[in-house]
């Protein structure tokens, strides 16, 4: 059993890539598409999603918060906000910290006036999730991992850092601070071992 497995009842492990993509919109448009958030170890072939490119093999866990809804719902089944995409943790122990990416998608069609809307709004939500299940969950702490979050424009690539449309880097240090947590907004992040995930270079 992960670490994962002890709070959340639908987990999955990779070992190779990882694809994230959200349906949410493209259902709208596509009504035989029945899909919302979908974590896979395929790229998939009809939207444009966010990759983790795993070239070594790091032993991965993902959770799909959508699969997951209980654990954001109060005993009389009311939701206590709306979370973000998904997580992914390393699975793999060492005497180094592990890494943890909570993870946020935004789709949008005219990319230069909602960039950085969209960039702040992402923010607001991974914010959210990460006091929630940090403070009032316990579901990680800071002496097991290193804290990232990752905001996904998977439609804009050519746009990426997407934060460069609506922070300085003044902000980017205010959040490091507060939750000792590292921004990343690009569409594909390099796992590098079990500590180490970095943007993927051009």
Known sequence: ????????SKTRQHTG????????QYSKDHPTCMK???ISDEKPDDIESLAF??????PV?????????????TGDNKQIHSSCECMLVSAQCSARKRWLALVELKYCKSADRNIASNFK??????????????D???????????????????????KAPFSAFAWSQDDALRYQDLYKVTIYSDNQVEIWTNSV???KKQ
């Open 53 to 58: 490119l795993n070239p070594n093999n790091v």
């Open 17 to 24: 890539d990882v694809y994230v993509a959200d349906y949410t």
């Open 197 to 199: 995930l970095k943007p």
């Open 61 to 73: 866990v993902s959770v799909n918060f959508e699969e997951n809804e209980q654990f954001f719902r």
């Open 121 to 134: 709004d992402a923010i607001s939500q991974l914010e959210t999730t990460f006091i929630y299940l940090k």
């Open 136 to 158: 009032t969950k316990n579901v990680f702490s800071q002496d097991e991992y290193r804290y990232f979050w990752v905001v996904s424009m998977p439609e804009h690539s050519e």
């Open 36 to 38: 919302g958030v979908e």
């Open 1 to 8: 059993m992960t670490d994962m497995e002890q709070f959340f």
